[in-house]
């Protein structure tokens, strides 16, 4: 029998739903293929007894998709969802001096993306490279991912990727994977993440929030747009956009106050008590996390794309458009300011009294940013720094077109089931050993009725639900 094939879209005007579905039988063979419009989506192909048994089983997959909304189209006559890169510009530093940079590595574009965990650091850029990279300078490993990085954000020990495409990628094992996929109405600007839950800024000044499951909580449009900071913690979200700084209750009910910032907000860091923004007037301004109150003001020469602070605010640091790094004390005294011999930082983070930053020209920086360095810094003494170069072998991990699939579990991997629950499609553990009530956090464009997936390990989170660790595979029975 020829292969036949069915093409479906759903593609709804401000409900954010814009994804394909195509069935294609080829003799005992079905194969399903599935993502956003405009990508090439992921496949699963299954085989069945007979070539009857297949076409029921297409015409059954195809009935419940277009029960759902779904309706035949052509392909590509709908576009791909809306793209904002963001347009920054860099100057030369007018600083005499560079400032304590230890090592640099350069990914070869422009990098928004960056974590710095206990063991590693990683840097996204608008190629869709992602590198993880030693405390030390020692190149791990590289992830090659389909768009360009928004930014990347941790939780617990889970890395995520937010990347142009819409989607938002788990890094946290050798196949990355779109553990959420964001409605095709938000343009990502920022992510943040927190027990789970995404909270996501966009161009037009929405905060959409959506939780472990990729299911979409609640969503706020604030007064301003362009949302380039957004932050979490147990008791408010901070969305940044061009009219300032906004609270929110974790739980959406309401906003909780509201501050007008000296310029657009450009980059957000917090700490226990407050949250710092940096605007394109100039500025870091530190504001309350508990009345939004401005509490102090740390003034630079251009416009501050990036800033980031030593623990409880001893030190602040900011990054402009001149490509130079400032150091302030935690009254809004300048001790110094330096060129970062990089480019413009775009995005930076402190951690064990180092200062990290990605640049406009692509490179991941390391700073001294230790008491001892800073006071060194303001009397012009700095460490000569190293290029670290990128190994000829590096290992490379991409998404899987397709997901893999096999016949028995191998020893001591988890099988999760999809099964319907109170009228929605949830993942549950069939393994022993696990809650069986608990659901999975699970990517959604994976989940189909009755299907079974071998995972590596389980890991239970403090919301009462587990994640994934590991590659995901289809168990076919």
């Known amino acids: 029998m020829p292969r036949t094939t069915t093409y479906l879209e759903l593609s709804q005007d401000g409900a954010g739903a814009h994804k394909f579905?195509?069935?294609?039988?080829?003799?005992?063979?079905?194969?399903?293929?599935?993502?956003?419009?405009?990508?090439?989506?992921?496949?699963?192909?299954?085989?069945?007894?007979?070539?009857?048994?297949?076409?029921?089983?297409?015409?059954?997959?195809?009935?419940?998709?277009?029960?759902?909304?779904?309706?035949?189209?052509?392909?590509?006559?709908?576009?791909?969802?809306?793209?904002?890169?963001?347009?920054?510009?860099?100057?030369?530093?007018?600083?005499?001096?560079?400032?304590?940079?230890?090592?640099?590595?350069?990914?070869?574009?422009?990098?928004?993306g960056i974590h710095v965990g206990e063991d590693r650091c990683w840097v996204g850029n608008q190629a869709g490279d992602v590198y993880t990279v030693s405390h030390g300078g020692e190149v791990l490993a590289h992830y090659k991912l389909?768009?360009?990085?928004?930014?990347?954000?941790?939780?617990?020990?889970?890395?995520?990727?937010?990347?142009?495409?819409?989607?938002v990628y788990d890094l946290s094992s050798k196949l990355p994977f779109a553990a959420y996929d964001i409605a095709a109405d938000v343009d990502i600007f920022w992510l943040d993440i927190r027990e789970g839950v995404l909270n996501v800024s966009d161009r037009a000044g929405g905060l959409t929030v959506?939780?472990?499951?990729?299911?979409?909580?609640?969503?706020?449009?604030?007064?301003?747009?362009?949302?380039?900071?957004?932050?979490?913690?147990?008791?408010?979200?901070?969305?940044?956009?061009?009219?300032?700084?906004?609270?929110?209750?974790?739980?959406?009910?309401?906003?909780l106050w509201h501050t007008p910032t000296s310029g657009q907000v450009l980059f957000g860091w917090q700490e226990d008590d407050s949250v710092y923004a940096g605007t394109a007037r100039n500025v870091v301004q530190r504001l309350s996390k508990a009345t939004g109150v401005v509490e102090a003001t740390f003034r630079c020469d251009t416009a501050v794309y990036a800033c980031a602070t030593a623990p409880g605010g001893r030190f602040v640091f900011a990054g402009d458009s001149s490509s130079s790094v400032y150091c302030f004390d935690a009254d809004g005294t300048r001790l110094w300011k330096l060129g970062t011999g990089g480019g413009s930082a775009l995005s930076m983070q402190f951690f064990e009294d180092k200062l990290y930053m990605v640049t406009t020209d692509g490179s991941l920086v390391c700073l001294d940013a230790s008491p001892a360095a800073v006071a060194a810094a303001q009397q012009g003494t700095v460490p000569v720094a190293a290029d670290i170069k990128s190994a000829a072998a590096l290992p490379t991990y991409t998404p899987a077109a397709t997901v893999t699939t096999v016949t028995l579990p191998p020893p001591g991997a988890v099988v999760v089931e999809c099964v319907q629950d109170a009228g929605r499609l949830r993942v549950h553990v069939v393994s022993d050993g696990f809650e069986p009530s608990w659901n999975v956090q699970f990517p959604r464009a994976m989940r189909q009725p009755g299907a079974r997936y071998v995972v590596d390990a389980l890991h239970p989170a403090e919301a009462g639900f587990y994640r994934v660790r590991g590659e995901i595979r289809r168990l076919v029975r």
């Not at 079905?30 to 496949?43: K, L, N």
């Not at 389909?146 to 889970?158: M, N, S, T």
């Open 21 to 112: 579905y195509e069935v294609a039988v080829e003799g005992t063979e079905v194969t399903v293929r599935y993502g956003r419009i405009g990508a090439d989506g992921q496949s699963q192909t299954s085989a069945f007894p007979s070539e009857a048994k297949a076409q029921a089983t297409a015409v059954k997959k195809i009935g419940e998709k277009v029960r759902k909304g779904y309706a035949p189209a052509v392909r590509g006559q709908r576009a791909a969802r809306a793209v904002t890169r963001r347009q920054v510009t860099s100057a030369p530093s007018t600083a005499r001096a560079v400032a304590p940079v230890l090592w640099r590595f350069r990914t070869g574009q422009a990098a928004f």
């Open 146 to 167: 389909p768009d360009g990085v928004k930014c990347l954000v941790a939780d617990d020990f889970w890395i995520y990727a937010g990347c142009d495409d819409g989607k």
């Open 210 to 255: 959506i939780d472990h499951e990729d299911e979409y909580q609640w969503a706020r449009r604030s007064t301003g747009e362009h949302g380039w900071m957004v932050r979490a913690d147990e008791r408010a979200v901070y969305h940044g956009h061009h009219q300032g700084v906004t609270a929110y209750a974790p739980d959406g009910s309401g906003e």
